[in-house]
């Protein structure tokens, strides 16, 4: 009887140890798959989450090596992967226009690198408007070479970030006409326009002919450009042929460009009344991104 309690103590700790590990939620799908591409997601099973264990030690995330991608809209549990030191999306579809997005990164407090970098200025992949760095102490590298996007935030008093490099260089899309101002929040922006300590250890990449860069203490959206933009809707979607946009405040659109689900474009409209036509594409999932005076809005449709 003895021998058999003693056999059958090791299977009850094993029991105990599973029911009690900690996970961590992964909702997005596509973001799960990739984890488990890595074998990184030990159960090998999309099932909504990882066992914090399996993630808590990661220093590498390269989303390069893998063969196969399907476009990510939900980094929810990268918070966990608290060791993170190099983070690379490797041109991989990876969409934060959700502002809720800003600081996804904020708890991977030991982040050096991170690269959000796309092919070229036209091609998609990366696609964000805010990004809030402003937590990351340890910050050396962030590469976002053709990401299109408006405010950059590195705004933390209690910590210097010295010899941070940013790549902000952008080809601009085949218009000889569009540029991007982009809006640096520092803590201090007279320092740092004046190339004072700590900016001065700063090496700042950008073509000037389409990207120009400025610092302040606050970096917000225009209110009326904001919500003018937010007011833009689409219909009807489902999509079957021409997607039409219900534009109330009557916005100048410049430019719609629709993505596919793993972040390459497929379509450009420079030229449109009140629709485009979407006739020509096969069913599935697309990002449809509308530019207007450098602000972006990017809707997810399904066609049919």
């Known amino acids: 009887m003895k021998q058999t309690q003693l056999l059958f103590l090791p299977l009850l700790l094993f029991i105990i140890n599973i029911s009690i590990a900690q996970t961590t939620a992964i909702p997005d799908q596509n973001f799960e798959q990739s984890l488990i591409d890595l074998g990184i997601d030990s ?3 999309v099932n909504g989450q990882v066992l914090t264990a399996d993630i808590e030690n990661i220093v590498v995330l390269d989303f390069g090596n893998l063969s196969s991608f399907e476009t990510i809209i939900d980094l929810t549990g990268i918070e966990d992967f608290a060791a993170l030191e190099v983070l690379d999306f490797a ?23 991170l690269y959000m970098k796309n092919q070229c200025g ?9 990004l809030d760095l402003s937590g990351l102490p340890n910050l050396e590298l962030v590469d976002l070479t053709n990401v299109s996007f408006n405010i950059l935030k590195i705004n933390n008093s209690n910590f210097d970030i010295e010899n941070l490099t ?3 260089y952008h080809e601009g899309p085949p218009s000889n006409d ?24 700063w090496n700042i990449t950008t073509n000037q002919m389409n990207t120009t860069y400025s610092f ?7 209110v009326d450009d904001f919500e003018n933009l937010n007011s833009l809707s689409i219909y009807p979607n489902p999509v079957q042929d021409r997607l039409h946009f219900e534009n109330p405040e009557q916005i100048n659109l410049d430019q719609v460009d629709v993505f596919n689900i793993t972040g390459k474009k497929v379509k450009s409209f420079f030229s449109f009344d009140e629709a485009i036509n979407l006739e020509s594409l096969e069913q599935g999932i697309y990002f449809v991104k509308v530019m207007s005076k450098n602000r972006t809005k990017t809707f997810k449709v399904m066609k049919e």
């Open 43 to 45: 159960d090998n099973t």
């Open 91 to 113: 041109e991989q579809g990876v969409y934060l226009y959700d502002s809720s997005n800003a600081d996804i990164f904020s708890n991977n407090i030991n982040l050096r690198e």
């Open 122 to 130: 036209d091609c998609g992949g990366v696609a964000l408007q805010i």
């Open 166 to 168: 940013l790549d902000l």
């Open 178 to 201: 569009w540029s991007q101002q982009i809006c640096i929040e520092v803590s201090d922006p007279q320092a740092a326009s004046n190339n004072d300590p700590p900016y001065n250890t």
């Open 216 to 222: 302040t203490s606050n970096c917000v959206l225009s």
